[in-house]
Every structure is written in structure tokens, then in C-alpha cells.
């Protein structure tokens, strides 16, 4: 067992990322020798947004993030430093929602070996319900950039661990209203089983569930991948930007 007892936001399982080099030199009494270094197969980050616009005057979200491995691992560091209001602003749109702070809570921040959750409220500070087509983004700012935006590359790509995210959106809208577009369906496979993102909708008359995933099952890829990563990224990225369209029902708001 290969351990890096040099950080306070790792369990004793966890090598620190610049660790995770493929191979390490284990020195014995007799004999030296190479054993492969396996990285922590367990991170992961879930996402869980519940949109309520059942109350009009009170439009809300509650929101919640559970993380494992080195995704929680980046996240405590940055905790740390700037504290539990700042690293939910990296994920909040400020223009569509308000951080009730009072809400915020958090669990296993200290407890390295045990998944970190945190939740909180979000007042829909800018929804405005008067109007006939309500225009709204839901999903949180978790990918922002392509990391992949020459069209060809040289060296091969190295993720350093399994990566695993997934964003579930729940949205309930009162009688008058309906969902008029969502974001479409979409599966993006890389061969041989290395990797994917999909995304799927759930549409009924006054409720939509969306869920999103993004999986990447091997650590590095030679360059010959390069392509096939920067069009599932590409597809990714540009699915995470749309928006919800939400209708009003003239005939059932003027009843």
C-alpha cells in the first residue's frame, strides 16, 4: 500500500494527485523492484437540484452536493481557505439565484474518510412569473471550459483517476404552467467502453427531471482519443448551457 500522509484533506488511502505517476520503485532488503501505482477508484461528485415554483411568490431550490475521493479532496482545500459561501458561489449563478447563507449546512468536512455533503437554499430571486415564457438555466456551473480546444494534440491525455459526475434536476410547476423546451436527450461513448456522457429527460405536464453523466473509466488515453474526448466534451459543455423554457397556460391562468 502506497501512502502520502501530507495533507489533512486526504484519507490514508488517498496518494496525492502528483503521486499518481504509474509506476513506483518499492525497495527491499534483498531487491528493488516496479509496482504499478492504482489510483482510488471511488470519486465522485453527485449533484441534486429541486426546483419548486408550486409557490409563486416563493420560487425556491434546495440544493445538495455529495462528494468522494479527490473531488472532495479539492473541495476541503478550497473550504478551508475561503469558507462554505464561497465555494457554493463557484457553482451558483448569481444572477438566477440568491444563497440564503442561513440554510447552509455541511457534513464530514473534517471526517476526510467519509463522503462531504453540502446543502443549501436558494430563493429564485429573478423569476418572473407574470410573464408568458419564463427563460431559466438550471444546472450549476460545475463544467465551465474545454480543456480540449486545439483540433489536434501530440501527447497523450492524462486524467489522473476515474472521473464520475452526475447532476439530477427536479422541477414542479404550478397548474397554469408547463414545460414548453428542455434540454434533448443525448449519449456520447467513447470506444471501448473508456468513457461517456449522456443526458435524459423526464417531460410530464407540470414537472421535468433531467439527469446528467459524465464518466471517464481509464486514467490517461494515448493521443489518438484526442478527437473522440474533444467532441464528447464539446457535446457535454454545450448541453450543460440549456435552458428551460417554461410556458404559461393561458386558458388555465384565466380560469
Same mark, same amino acid.
Given at each position: 500500500?502506497?501512502?502520502?500522509?501530507?495533507?489533512p484533506y486526504r484519507?490514508?488511502?488517498?496518494?496525492?494527485?502528483?503521486?499518481? +505517476?504509474h509506476?513506483?520503485?518499492? *525497495?527491499?532488503?534483498d531487491?528493488?523492484r516496479w %509496482?504499478? !501505482? !492504482?489510483?482510488?477508484? &471511488?470519486?465522485?461528485?453527485?449533484?441534486?437540484?429541486?426546483?419548486?415554483?408550486?409557490?409563486?411568490?416563493? /420560487?425556491?431550490?434546495?440544493?445538495?452536493l455529495m $462528494?468522494?475521493?479527490?473531488?472532495?479532496?479539492?473541495? #476541503?482545500k478550497?473550504? +478551508?481557505k475561503? =469558507?462554505? %459561501?464561497?465555494?457554493?458561489k463557484?457553482?451558483i449563478?448569481?444572477s438566477?439565484?440568491?444563497l440564503?447563507?442561513?440554510?447552509?449546512?455541511?457534513?464530514?468536512?473534517?471526517?476526510?474518510n467519509? /463522503?462531504?455533503?453540502?446543502?443549501? +437554499?436558494?430563493p429564485?430571486?429573478e423569476?418572473?412569473?407574470?410573464?408568458?415564457m419564463?427563460?431559466?438555466? /438550471?444546472?450549476?456551473?460545475v463544467?465551465?471550459d474545454? /480543456?480540449?480546444?486545439?483540433?489536434?494534440?501530440?501527447?497523450?491525455i492524462?486524467?489522473n483517476?476515474? #472521473?464520475?459526475?452526475?447532476?439530477?434536476? +427536479?422541477?414542479k410547476?404550478?397548474e $397554469?404552467?408547463?414545460?414548453?423546451?428542455?434540454?434533448?436527450?443525448?449519449?456520447i &461513448?467513447?470506444?471501448? =467502453?473508456?468513457? @461517456?456522457?449522456?443526458?435524459?429527460?423526464q417531460?410530464q405536464s407540470?414537472?421535468?427531471?433531467?439527469?446528467?453523466?459524465?464518466?471517464? @473509466?481509464?486514467?490517461?488515453?494515448?493521443?489518438?482519443?484526442?478527437?473522440?474526448?474533444?467532441e464528447?466534451?464539446?457535446?457535454?459543455?454545450?448541453?450543460?448551457k440549456?435552458?428551460?423554457? *417554461?410556458k404559461?397556460?393561458?386558458t388555465?391562468s %384565466?380560469?
Open positions: 500500500m502506497f501512502l502520502n500522509a501530507t495533507s484519507p490514508y488511502q488517498l496518494l496525492a494527485e502528483k503521486d499518481l +505517476n509506476m513506483a520503485l518499492v *525497495i527491499e532488503k531487491r528493488a %509496482e504499478k !501505482v !492504482v489510483a482510488y477508484k &471511488k470519486s465522485r461528485q453527485q449533484l441534486l437540484l429541486n426546483y419548486d415554483f408550486t409557490n409563486m411568490n416563493e /420560487p425556491s431550490c434546495k440544493f445538495k $462528494e468522494t475521493g479527490y473531488y472532495s479532496v479539492e473541495s #476541503r478550497f473550504i +478551508n475561503y =469558507g462554505l %459561501e464561497e465555494f457554493l463557484t457553482m449563478d448569481e438566477e439565484v440568491e440564503n447563507k442561513d440554510s447552509v449546512e455541511s457534513r464530514n468536512l473534517d471526517v476526510v467519509k /463522503p462531504l455533503e453540502i446543502t443549501c +437554499n436558494l429564485m430571486t423569476m418572473d412569473f407574470e410573464s408568458d419564463i427563460y431559466f438555466e /438550471p444546472f450549476p456551473s463544467f465551465t474545454n /480543456p480540449f480546444i486545439k483540433e489536434d494534440r501530440q501527447y497523450r492524462d486524467f483517476y476515474h #472521473r464520475y459526475q452526475s447532476i439530477l434536476i +427536479n422541477i410547476l404550478p $397554469e404552467f408547463s414545460i414548453e423546451e428542455c434540454p434533448k436527450s443525448k449519449v &461513448k467513447l470506444s471501448n =467502453g473508456f468513457g @461517456k456522457y449522456l443526458i435524459s429527460n417531460k407540470n414537472s421535468l427531471q433531467v439527469r446528467t453523466l459524465f464518466e471517464i @473509466k481509464k486514467t490517461f488515453f494515448s493521443k489518438d482519443y484526442y478527437r473522440e474526448l474533444r464528447l466534451f464539446t457535446h457535454m459543455l454545450s448541453s450543460l440549456g435552458q428551460v423554457v *417554461i404559461k397556460n393561458t388555465l %384565466e380560469k
